[in-house]
């Protein structure tokens, strides 16, 4: 921590002047993630001493199964954002929908949605791997003192007011951007404070990390497979290394601190890829380009992608800009 002692509650009052006709609106709404996120750091660090591990006996609507510490996350960042009134909607991974905050007493004068993937990785709570939490804020479009309604949620991921993410990790951390530069925080769980302690994380031009489900690779379209004989190739400071923990904030959180790329394309399985554009890919390439990376779907830029559905899955490109631009290039010879 290097000595730093600004708590994330200090430094979101303190630049709340650098928005635009500040209302304290969205300082608010990040200090209710930063509570949600601290009771789900509480119960993630509990599984496994009581009933919180395995699958939850659901399956959301991408036909995934849910975890109980799905369940348990997307319930408790519901409940805080919905208690303090202070979003007008919600849209989440786990949920079929979006929810419209019928704040009747203040006539719908709340102007932020929040988009979030509340548990990401789940497939590695069982066996005690990291795992995160994804948000993303936009100012909704639709006019103040009406319900939300679908376009509030649909917005190319440029429009982003806001995006960050939680790692539970060997630490807890909460990374976020506002449009000026992206800072970590890590939990103290002693005292149950956030610290800045990476202020300002720039995304290394360069890297030596590949990370993607090389599983999958006889179904990966041909441009990906020459991008990995690539990254494999004996030449310069290459071959490079192979890491890929499963849960995209962990895998992308170490990228941004190393330099790296991460690739999850589309396969002859999955013909765009797996993860969410609007809960997982905006919001991580919100922070890669505030920090100096790139992220794209191997062809256009993933912020300028109009959406046309809640969980609409792309192909994502994150990363080093330079790894990133090379893996572009090969997908455009393909
Ligand atoms: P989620 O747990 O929210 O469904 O997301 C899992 C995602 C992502 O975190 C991870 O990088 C990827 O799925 C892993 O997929 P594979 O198991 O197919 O590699
Ligand atoms: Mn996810
Ligand atoms: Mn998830």
Do not use: W
């Not at 036909?63 to 919905?82: R, W, Y």
């Not at 490109?317 to 572009?328: D, I």
């Amino acid at each position: 921590m290097s000595g730093n002692t600004k708590t994330l509650g200090e430094f979101i009052i303190e630049n709340q002047a650098s928005f635009k006709y500040s209302t304290g609106e969205l300082s608010k709404l990040i200090n209710a993630i930063r509570l949600a996120a601290k009771v789900v750091n509480h119960e993630v660090n509990k599984a496994g001493l009581v009933d919180i591990l395995g699958a939850s006996g659901e399956t959301n609507v991408q036909g995934e199964d849910q975890q109980k510490l799905d369940v348990m996350a997307n319930k408790k960042f519901i409940q805080t954002l919905t208690n303090r009134e202070i979003v007008c909607g919600i849209a989440s991974e786990e949920e079929d929908d979006f929810i419209s905050i019928n704040s009747l007493d203040n006539n719908h004068q709340n102007k932020y949605v929040v988009l979030f993937d509340p548990l990401d990785g789940s497939s590695n709570i069982d066996v005690n791997v990291s795992v995160g939490t994804i948000f993303s804020i936009y100012r909704r479009v639709t006019p103040i003192g009406t319900p939300v309604s679908i376009e509030d949620f649909l917005q190319p991921g440029r429009n982003q007011v806001a995006a960050g993410y939680i790692v539970y990790g060997t630490s807890t951390m909460l990374v976020y951007t506002t449009g000026h530069g992206v800072n970590g925080f890590t939990l103290n769980p002693a005292i149950g404070t956030f610290y800045l302690s990476h202020p300002d994380m720039r995304y290394p031009e360069d890297g030596k990390i590949y990370s993607m489900n090389e599983g999958n690779y006889v179904h990966f379209p041909e441009g990906v497979k020459r991008y990995i004989k690539y990254c494999q190739q004996e030449e310069g400071d290459r071959p490079y290394t192979s890491r890929y923990i499963g849960s995209l904030v962990s895998d992308f959180h170490r990228n941004m601190i190393k330099g790296g790329i991460y690739i999850y394309p589309k396969s002859n399985a999955a013909e765009n890829g797996k993860l969410r554009l609007l809960y997982e890919c905006n919001p991580m390439a919100f922070i890669a380009e505030q920090a100096g990376g790139k992220a794209s779907d191997g062809f256009t830029r993933i912020m300028d992608i109009a959406p046309t559905e809640l969980h609409q899955r792309v192909p994502f490109f994150c990363g080093s800009r330079n790894m990133v631009t090379k893996a572009e290039e090969f997908m455009q010879q393909s």
